[in-house]
T-cell receptor, first 111, second 117 residues
């Protein structure tokens, strides 16, 4: 059973702070890792993906992957109230390319 | 590009009726479409994977006779919830993988909120 674990939160941070969201996965053969943002009542939208160990930056977002620890994180710099949403971590294992989603972490950015 | 639409966006029906949800890729051809269900404060649970012109592959625990999936063309897949019951009330989301695109990439539709009375 492939599992993707996230703390459900909510994670509350002040505006302008760095929000750190974490995700662990059970399948050591996993190869692709995704972060989605989902606003209430809406479908997920892709923020970024990462395939290799290390950091990947895209604007205010940085994804960090550590395959040895089976851990992927998302950092959001200069958090804005509009970043308040649920963040879903998704992990693809090799072969099927069908992701397993975590339950998501609720982020609240307060002014 | 890579827009996926769903229709209807919201549906309310009586218990025992059937409901059809359409998923369309508007500006690309989708070799594969996925159907997910999401209950409140839960993650997306994959129900089935459909490839154009072939039978859908259902995930364990999903009744194929209750959730009928048809992927008749490279731009359209439909999910029919037959004899819907209140426990089927959920948020149904489709996604599509683009023909010739990155296998890891899927584009989500806006979702359909189903409420069964």
């Amino acid at each position: 059973q492939k599992e993707v674990e996230q703390n459900s939160g909510p994670l509350s941070v002040p505006e302008g702070a760095i929000a750190s969201l974490n995700c662990t996965y059970s399948d050591r053969g996993s190869q692709s890792f995704f972060w989605y943002r989902q606003y209430s009542g809406k479908s997920p939208e892709l923020i970024m993906f990462i395939y290799s160990n290390g950091d990947k930056e895209d604007g205010r977002f940085t994804a960090q992957l550590n395959k040895a620890s089976q851990y992927v994180s998302l950092l959001i710099r200069d958090s804005q109230p509009s970043d308040s949403a649920t963040y879903l971590c998704a992990v693809n294992s090799g072969g099927s390319y069908i992701p397993t989603f975590g339950r998501g972490t609720s982020l609240i950015v307060h002014p | 590009g890579a827009v996926v639409s769903q229709h209807p966006s919201r549906v309310i029906c009586k218990s025992g009726t059937s409901v059809k949800i359409e998923c369309r890729s508007l500006d690309f051809q989708a070799t594969t479409m996925f159907w997910y269900r999401q209950f409140p404060k839960q993650s997306l649970m994959l129900m089935a994977t459909s490839n154009e012109g072939s039978k859908a592959t259902y995930e364990q625990g999903v009744e194929k006779d209750k959730f009928l999936i048809n992927h008749a063309s490279l731009t359209l897949s439909t999910l029919t919830v037959t004899s819907a019951h209140p426990e089927d009330s959920s948020f149904y989301i489709c996604s599509a993988r683009r023909r010739g695109g990155d296998y890891n990439e899927q584009f989500f539709g806006p979702g359909t909120r189903l409420t069964v009375l």
